[in-house]
């Protein structure tokens, strides 16, 4: 395989099995001028799914999204056939069928025999090895991975995925044809998870870790990590979307992909939704309860506090510029004074800063502070809506309400969580970066394409990298040191990747 350049719309793609993302990249594809066969084994399935698709082609065309002309184009370059060697003249096999290794090798096995030598097999495949799937193959070469998002047709990633014998050519040809396609193509090594659904995997663990530790309740870390860390989704409201016997299944397989490794432990309370039935909105319940009637948790805001007097401002940290900047919109009095802590704020015998990783009663105690408030970290202080904070056990508590009276005086809505190690989003987004910047350094991906990955494919608001960048890496090196100390366990081990770039003083991306 010579061809490093996009399919020619005059090329045949070939979509085996019909269902929601074989069906989608089916549109994909006759959209971007190709035609397209499809096939499935199950009897009607590929008609059914060519109806399926015109019908979005005459919807587009109603909504004005593509004109009608195109959309009668696209669907006659729709075509169902009935077998294997219908599909002889295809440049291009895509398969979407079942998640199964032996099935996927016995579909290109067969498939070898029918098409021409130069024809690429693009599997679809979400969480099997692209190199286990090419060894049942006399010509493994031309097999790699081209993982589509759902649904194919509005999500633009598209992870290409290089199996240990995998041509650097046909990767290329497969991400140019994507790019080609509209999408936005990231190259992958083969390894479990890929980058996506192996970078994601701590974005809902440590929430479990929260819950289950009793530091806060599903609904309240929800709208944290929406409104404070800017997610589209909070993560048990993402896990019910997803449905928990597909996230429990992924992070078993990762899990056991990566021999049993502690990073990627699945939580037993997601066993429990998944042993009970409770598969989230598909089946009515899961985190929350779906049936009708059913009334939705509120997140736990404090009380109104008094707005207090005697502020006092410290740094030219993003957070304290944030305050100030919020408070005189407000009319707030404050004064700024000088510190060398790192402190944020002294406000009614609080001291308050931001969370390095250590429980508040910890850094009070190393720290000499009873009084000390910790706040957690958000993608943009001066637009977030809401902050999560902790509070030393022996903090006095009109103390801790003066640190709440000051951040709603600042605009934010305050959600108090127990004391835990790096509150929410700072502890969340630390260990997705430590996960991205493992992959970094393991040679799965670069960079560049850790963060595109992560923001196209499951809606980041930021890179995860890039966010640690942002952040401070020293800090970000800090929170994930302080939890491995707390927790006493390797899943917290900081990444080779980040401990260089610490001691070199540089941002992962330069």
């Not at 290409?160 to 992958?188: E, M, N, R």
């Not at 393991?442 to 608001?461: E, F, H, I, K």
Request: aromatic share 6%; charged share 20%; glycine share 10%.
């Amino acid at each position: 395989m010579s061809v490093s350049q996009a399919l020619s719309t005059q090329s045949v793609i070939a979509v085996v099995g019909t269902g929601a993302m074989g069906a989608g990249i089916a549109q994909v594809a006759a959209a971007a001028g190709h035609p397209v066969k499809l096939l499935d084994n199950r009897p009607g399935a590929a008609a059914k799914a060519v109806e399926g698709i015109q019908a979005q082609f005459a919807r587009l065309a109603e909504k004005g999204r593509m004109s009608p002309d195109a959309a009668q184009a696209a669907s006659a370059r729709l075509i169902a056939v009935e077998q294997l060697g219908d599909l002889a003249d295809a440049a291009l096999v895509v398969e979407a069928i079942v998640e199964n290794l032996q099935a996927k090798q016995t579909l290109y096995k067969n498939l070898e025999a029918i098409v021409g030598v130069d024809c690429v097999f693009g599997t679809n495949t979400s969480s099997i090895s692209v190199t286990a799937i090419g060894a049942a193959l006399q010509h493994p070469e031309r097999l790699a991975g081209l993982h589509f998002f759902n649904p194919a047709p509005l999500m633009a990633l598209v992870e290409i995925v290089s199996g240990l014998a995998t041509d650097k050519a046909v990767a290329d040809t497969l991400f140019a044809t994507a790019a080609a396609w509209g999408k936005t193509p990231v190259h992958a090594k083969s390894t479990p998870g890929f980058i996506v659904n192996r970078v994601a995997r701590p974005y809902y663990a440590e929430a479990l870790r929260i819950v289950g530790e009793g530091g806060a309740d599903c609904a309240t870390l929800d709208a944290v990590m929406r409104e404070a860390g800017g997610f589209r989704m909070g993560p048990f409201e993402l896990m019910d979307m997803i449905g928990h016997d597909v996230n429990f299944a992924v992070t078993r397989s990762v899990w056991s992909a990566f021999y049993n490794d502690p990073r990627f432990t699945p939580s037993l309370i997601q066993q429990e939704l998944v042993d009970a039935g409770f598969h989230g909105r598909k089946t009515g319940r899961g985190f929350y309860d779906y049936r009708e009637g059913a009334e939705r948790p509120e997140p736990k805001s404090a009380v109104a506090q008094s707005v207090p007097e005697n502020i006092v401002l410290h740094g030219d940290s993003a957070v304290a510029q944030a305050i100030a900047d919020r408070l005189y919109e407000r009319n707030v009095a404050y004064t700024w004074g000088e510190a060398t802590d790192g402190r944020v704020a002294e406000v009614g015998g609080a001291v308050v800063f931001i969370t390095d990783g250590r429980t508040a009663t910890r850094r009070a105690v190393e720290e000499g502070i009873d009084n000390l408030v910790l706040i957690d970290l958000a993608l943009d202080y001066a637009k977030a809506t809401r902050l999560a904070v902790g509070a030393a056990i022996n903090c006095y508590a009109p103390a801790v309400g003066a640190a709440i009276g000051l951040l709603q005086a600042a605009g934010f809505a305050v959600s108090r969580l127990g004391d835990i190690p790096g509150l929410a989003v700072m502890r969340t987004v630390a260990m997705l970066a430590n996960e991205a910047a493992d992959a970094v350094n393991q040679g799965v991906c670069d960079a560049a394409a850790a963060d595109s990955a992560m923001r196209l494919g499951v809606n980041y608001p930021r890179g995860p990298l890039a966010w640690a960048d942002a952040a401070g890496l020293p800090l970000i090196n800090r929170v994930l040191a302080n939890l491995a100390s707390h927790y006493g366990e390797d899943r917290y081990r900081v990444s080779p990747l980040i401990q260089q770039h610490v001691l070199a003083g540089k941002n992962i991306h330069v």
